[in-house]
């Protein structure tokens, strides 16, 4: 009795698709400043457990919460118009394809200027309201709280500055390059990694000294 041989299968390919090296090294950087901002969170609790409450309020009553509210809003929308920038990028598509008020044709240099706009609105902001409270008598020496705010929200400031530069350097690549491919895209979508965290950040940091305070 004959028994049946299976006939040899032919070698199939795999194809393994790979997390891309650039995106996982900014998620691995990204984590190692959440860190660095925890312990700028822990900085501030731990000065405010030891401040007599009179003393932390009377320095918290010259914050200008509706002004910051305003400022804040301008950042998270940035995020918005930052995502909108990925998507054109995604689909290749680096500059607008009608007219410059139908947004809904816009590519990833107009979407990442406006958010650079947006970011540097938000810088100005700042710089306004440090003046203000200087003006009041609040600066990093005066208080303790006037320390771990600054500190705080200051350095926070010098990572939303790192990213409009970032943005300078996306917006010098895509007009520079005669293809716009993956590897500009990618330069997109990393830095829009990148803004996120510092809008994340500032949201906590907003709740903590703004709301909490």
Not at 3 to 13: D, F, L, N, S, Y
Not at 90 to 109: H, K, T, Y
Not at 155 to 183: M, Q, Y
Request: charged share 10%; hydrophobic share 50%.
């Amino acid at each position: 009795m004959s028994t049946a041989t299976a006939a040899p299968q032919a070698h199939q390919h795999v194809n393994v698709n790979r997390p891309n090296p650039v995106s996982v090294g900014t998620i691995v950087w990204l984590a190692s400043e959440l860190m660095f901002f925890a312990g700028l969170f822990a900085m501030y609790f731990t000065i405010r457990s030891v401040v007599p409450q009179d003393e932390w309020t009377a320095q918290t009553d010259h914050l200008n919460i509706t002004f910051a509210a305003i400022n804040t809003t301008v950042l998270i929308l940035s995020s918005f118009t930052c995502q909108a920038g990925v998507v054109a990028a995604e689909r290749f598509q680096p500059v607008r394809a009608g007219s410059i008020w139908d947004v809904r044709r816009w590519g990833m240099n107009e979407w990442m200027t406006l958010t650079y706009l947006m970011g540097a609105f938000f810088i100005a902001g700042q710089i306004y309201e440090y003046a203000e409270l200087v003006e009041h008598g609040l600066t990093i020496s005066s208080h303790p709280y006037g320390s771990v705010f600054y500190l705080a929200t200051g350095f926070h400031g010098l990572h939303v500055i790192g990213g409009l530069i970032a943005f300078l350097f996306l917006l010098g690549r895509s007009f520079s390059a005669k293809r716009f491919g993956h590897h500009e895209a990618t330069t997109g979508i990393v830095t829009s990694y990148y803004w996120h965290f510092v809008d994340v950040v500032w949201v906590a940091l907003f709740f903590v000294i703004y709301i909490l305070q």
